[in-house]
């Protein structure tokens, strides 16, 4: 956990120091592993590339350690016209830089066209027609490789002679044509709209212009506003896993105040109380947990007493919304191995909120891996920076419906458990489950959950390769190529997309190339099922497999194993799947070949 960055009246600050030229040259310049997979991106921008092309490279590298980057840049002057010329195939992703003199060149610095008002209606004409152009450029790349696109960051020349404090008609109505080509980009799927909001906190307006360098050379960026687009850039085109799941405290954490010291009622998290951050929160974690986010309770406390607080009616977080709620008087870092335990996820896929230094220190020394952070308490002004880490860690793009159902899904886990633990045997225990399956065979590529999984899954992982998007759209065009994506449903609720197959049919057989499946699927033999579902949709004899075993694949090793497949040659016949194959009790709702 990196220590918090204190400004001069010793409040957090959530501005953090630009990276600089050399440390970017130095990054670019290390050596790299000769084996390194490779990468290439693509950089539209009208100015000279040459800063941003190294703050976005060495920022690349910086979050994609084991990757060997590439840029192109496009050339001078001709940004939408570099957009409709390029070519997505080979590129990872594509990153736009653009400026009011990309629209129309009398809204920039470097060429002379008159600031007169009676240029001002074809000014107007001729900024949405530019949008219109490059939004139909965004649309087709965006079809392909993912796009990042950067709105104008830099100031408008004094076009309209006003007081400086005023904006009058020609800048408003530039502003509006930008903000609804943003909207309408931003509504496609592939494009990521770089925020306005996260540039401002990184690189301050005031700071962002060079014009000396534009004049002499066309590179109208400072060094630190090049570093900061290059940043959220990278952002945008290598994006962090989120996290899945966030543990907290509730005494001066959830709530103000000691529960066994001010009892139920006494508790505060209201501007009337003093502890309105407290109830922001709580309103945070409700959004979080309305995202699919996990959430847990590890506090010192009387149990008895914290059910109670916890479903106090004004709370802004329903008490349903955490699981497990452990609490007790013994150490948090037992709590935290309980939750993980009932979650079945990596401590590295976790966050842990407590007041307390001396707790945090405390589960921290035997879970390093977890991502601790102190809540403010009696701080308000460092409270803007706690949230934004917050967002950092949990934020993601969209919402799937297996967001929204992964808490029931923990809670039906839990019930399935205990269940199994009371069955008499395994074999009715399973047969008692009325578990439903539905395979999808399918091409499509827009699957993003299927590439979730892809990316994110560890235990039941075939090989713990990834897929960038670009590589995900290159296999499924293959015209050989499969993808089975599997949901599951049984009496203690919906599972949703829980697993995908992605391989290529043979004469009579094929090879598969990524398996995975959701921890939160295991032993219910729906791996079972899922190779049936294999030979039948396919009409094949054989499945062979691209399998390296990992660190974490354990699970999928023993399942090869309780079938006969080889790690030396990891593969499987129809006749042998189904002599090894245990009985199974799955109703098979739909098995749809598209």
Known sequence: MQPPAYGKDGELSFRPAAMKLFEALQLIQAPRPPAVERARYFLACSSTPVHPRTFLHA????????????????????????????????????????????????????????????????????????FERIERAVARLAAAVPVALALPSLPLPPIEISAPAQALDLETALHHHAWAFAARCAARPGVRLLSPAELDRLSPPAGRFDLRAELAQGSPYTLSHASALGELLSRLLAPAAPLKGLITD???????????????????????????????????????????????????????????????????????????????????????ARILKAWNIAPDAVAFVDDSPLEIAEVQSRFPEIRCLA?????????????????????????????????????????????????????????????????????????????????????FNLNGRRLDEPRWRELLARPDAFLLTVEYADKFGPLGKIAAVLGERRPRAAAVSFWVMSCRAFSRRIEHATLRALFRLLDIETISFDYRPTERNAPLRE???????????P????????????????????AAHV
């Open 571 to 590: 593969e499987i016949a129809r006749s042998q799947f189904e002599a090894r194959c245990p009985v199974l009790s799955h109703a098979i709702q739909e």
């Open 59 to 130: 920022h690349l590298l910086a979050r994609c350690a084991a990757t060997a980057i590439e840029i192109d840049a496009s050339r001078y002057g001709d940004l939408t016209g570099a957009l409709e010329e390029l070519d997505p195939a080979g590129y990872r992703g594509v990153a736009i830089l653009l400026e009011w003199y990309d629209l129309d060149p009398r809204l920039g610095f470097r060429r002379l066209g008159g600031w007169s008002p009676a240029a001002f209606a074809d000014i107007l004409a001729t900024v949405r027609a530019g």
């Open 250 to 336: 509730l005494d001066d954490t959830l709530w103000s105040g000691i529960l066994g010291e001010t009892g139920i009622a006494g508790i505060r998290f209201t501007l009337d109380g003093g502890a309105q951050i407290h109830g922001l929160y709580q309103q945070f974690l409700e959004s979080l947990a309305a995202r699919g986010v996990l959430l847990a309770v590890a506090s010192k406390n009387d149990p008895a007493l914290a059910e109670q607080a916890l479903a106090r009616p004004d709370l802004l977080i329903a008490a349903q919304a955490f699981f497990p709620v452990e609490a007790h008087w013994g150490h948090k870092s037992e709590s935290v």
């Open 375 to 459: 809540f403010p308490t009696g701080k308000p002004a460092e409270f803007p920076a706690f949230l934004h880490t917050l967002r950092e860690w949990f934020g993601k793009p969209s919402i799937g419906e297996e967001d929204r159902i992964r808490a029931q899904s923990i809670r039906g886990a839990a019930a399935l458990e205990a269940a199994r633990t009371a069955a008499a045997g395994s074999e009715s225990f399973l047969a008692s489950l009325e578990a439903r399956l539905s395979f999808r065979l399918s091409r499509e590529a827009s699957d993003q959950r299927a590439l979730e999984l892809i990316n994110k899954t560890n235990q």
């Open 559 to 569: 399942f090869f194993s309780a079938l006969g497949i080889a790690e030396s040659a």
